[in-house]
Nanobody, 123 residues
């Protein structure tokens, strides 16, 4: 079992930056591909970014490419999502997830999920 706890969400103005973190416990995350997803009110959960077990490969949803960066520190059992140039449409609950796949954007291939952290972008 892997327990995931997100933190770092909050209120930020459009154009600003925020970094959310995902701390894992129970097992080392080095054996898992990790991903970030988000869900806005009234919308389905969508893929944001993924990173391979070693951190050598990353994959982003088109709308966040060039603005968001996913990274991981396996020694700290933590995954990060650095979000720059935030837009109003980035407002959502952000979820961290762990997959037995090396790297994947598909939510059904993730086995463990955190409880989410709210990110609100204001104008």
């Amino acid at each position: 079992q892997v327990q995931l706890v997100e933190s770092g969400g909050g209120l930020v103005q459009a154009g600003g930056s925020l970094r959310v973190s995902c701390a894992a416990s129970g097992r080392t995350i080095s054996r898992y591909g990790m991903g970030w997803f988000r869900q806005a009110p009234g919308k389905e959960r969508e893929f944001v970014a993924a990173i391979s077990r070693s951190g050598g490969s990353t994959y982003y949803e088109d709308s966040v490419k060039g603005r968001f960066t996913i990274s991981r520190d396996n020694a700290k059992n933590t995954v990060y999502l650095q979000m720059n140039s935030l837009k109003l449409e980035d407002t959502a609950v952000y979820y961290c997830a762990a997959s037995s796949m090396v790297i994947t954007p598909r939510p059904y291939e993730y086995d463990y999920w955190g409880q989410g952290t709210q990110v609100t972008v204001s104008s």
